[in-house]
Structure formats: structure tokens, C-alpha cells
């Protein structure tokens, strides 16, 4: 951050950009950084262990008994149901799991070269 603001005030001094100019681009790379900051937070900020090992463990428990309470009003059928619903269940978990960390380089996560090449080409009509 501290070289593009130093960029910035030497393109003006330089005569490149006008003052007015510098100050909405100063604007945009205070916004910027407060954008960043909060990204890395995110990044930063895992999930506690305590939070996913209890739902892992509430899952198995809950879809271990579910069977009891189906059992008298949907016979056999109870299987299938409860294999659903775990299915269902598990899912949420992994999904979960899997957005945790949006910035990696999985087929699911942020598409973070084409968003950095998008605000390049922004940046570039801005100073032209």
C-alpha cells in the first residue's frame, strides 16, 4: 500500500495526474485497504476446532437416533429417510468446510487473478 501511495503523489508531482485526481485516487486506496484488511481477516480467521468437531459430532448423534423416533410411524421407510437426511446433513458440513477459505485455488473459490486483472484495467483507464 505504502508504494502505491507513494506512486500516486509522485505521478502528481510528476504532473501526470492532477491534483484532483489525487484525491480521489487517495480515496480509492484508502477503501482499498480497508477492503484488503477485511479479505485478510477473513483469510486469517479460521473456524474453531471446538465449533466443527461439535457439529460434526451433533450430526452423528442426531442422524443415529433419528431411526428410533421414525421407526413406529414410517416402518422400513426409515432407512432411506434417515440416509437422507444424513446425506443432507453431511453435505452442509462439507460445504461449510469448503467455504471456510475463499482465497485459495480451488475450482470453487474466489477467482481472485480475475478479479486482480479486472481492477488493473481499471486502475489503467483511470491514470490514462
Excluded: H, W
Amino acid at each position: 500500500m505504502q508504494l502505491m501511495t507513494e506512486r500516486t503523489y509522485r505521478l502528481q508531482r510528476e504532473g501526470v495526474i492532477t491534483g484532483e485526481q489525487l484525491l480521489t485516487l487517495d480515496k480509492e486506496l484508502v477503501q482499498f485497504l480497508e477492503i484488503c484488511g477485511a479479505c485478510e481477516r477473513i483469510k486469517n480467521t479460521p473456524i474453531p476446532y471446538s465449533y466443527s468437531s461439535f457439529i460434526k459430532k451433533f450430526i452423528v448423534i442426531y442422524v443415529v437416533t433419528l431411526p428410533f423416533g421414525f421407526a413406529f410411524t414410517l416402518g422400513y421407510l426409515a432407512i432411506p429417510v434417515t440416509m437422507f437426511i444424513f446425506f443432507v446433513l453431511a453435505s452442509l458440513e462439507l460445504i461449510a468446510e469448503s467455504i471456510e477459505d475463499p482465497f485459495g485455488t480451488d475450482s470453487n473459490d474466489l477467482p481472485m487473478d480475475r478479479l486482480a486483472s479486472m481492477i488493473m484495467g481499471n486502475v489503467e483507464e483511470i491514470l490514462e
